[in-house]
Each structure stands twice: as structure tokens, then as C-alpha cells.
């Protein structure tokens, strides 16, 4: 091989190289931090881009509660106690609440939205 070759050679993988198209990172779901308490949630944010959302549920208040959004829910998570869930969030208003009874009508209750 010549040299002008190797050189021209060289210079087709070092385009080749420069030219591919990389791969974008695989899309990871948007945490949410949400504290549960007596009688209300506090989410770390209101709203995020629609698709896989992870909810990391802590409860902070002195009695049971749990959280349902998009038709999933965590156990019931006792006073200092975290469960995880991941939930697909559709595009617009996403009700959640807590389902132990009563809860939602003193306030466990609130809408997230899916961009």
C-alpha cells in the first residue's frame, strides 16, 4: 500500500467515526418525591414529562397511608416507612390519593400533570 492509500484509507474511517450517528441514552423515568403526612401529600414537583414516573413515598405522618396514582398504588406504608412505584403518566391531569378511607376527603388527594 501506498502511502497516499493508507492516508486516504485513514481518513475514511476517521469519517466514518466522526459521521456515525450515536446512540441517545436510553430515556430513564423522572423521580418524584412525595411525603405523606396527616392529612395531605407534598410532591417534589407538580408535573413531569408524560410516560414512566418513579414515586419514591415516604410517610412522615403518625398514622398509615398509602398512594394511588394512574392505576397503581404502594402497600400501606406505616409512620417512617418509604415504598416505591413506578407509574406510566398519560398526558394532562393525573389524579392520585391516599385510599384509606376518609383520607382523600381531608385532603390526601391532588392531580399531577403529564406534559
Avoid: W
Amino acid at each position: 500500500m501506498t502511502v497516499r492509500s493508507l492516508a486516504a484509507a485513514a481518513l475514511v474511517v476517521l469519517a466514518s467515526l466522526v459521521l456515525s450517528p450515536v446512540a441517545a441514552p436510553a430515556s430513564q423515568a423522572t423521580s418524584v418525591t412525595v411525603t405523606a403526612s396527616e392529612f395531605k401529600f407534598k410532591l417534589s414537583t407538580s408535573s413531569a414529562k408524560a410516560g414512566k414516573v418513579t414515586f419514591k413515598v415516604t410517610n412522615k405522618g403518625k398514622i398509615p397511608h398509602d398512594f394511588k396514582i394512574a392505576g397503581k398504588k404502594t402497600p400501606m406504608l406505616k409512620p417512617g416507612k418509604s415504598a416505591t412505584l413506578t407509574a406510566t403518566i398519560k398526558k394532562g391531569k393525573n389524579a392520585y390519593l391516599c385510599t384509606v378511607s376518609g383520607h382523600a376527603g381531608l385532603g390526601m388527594k391532588g392531580s399531577f400533570t403529564g406534559k
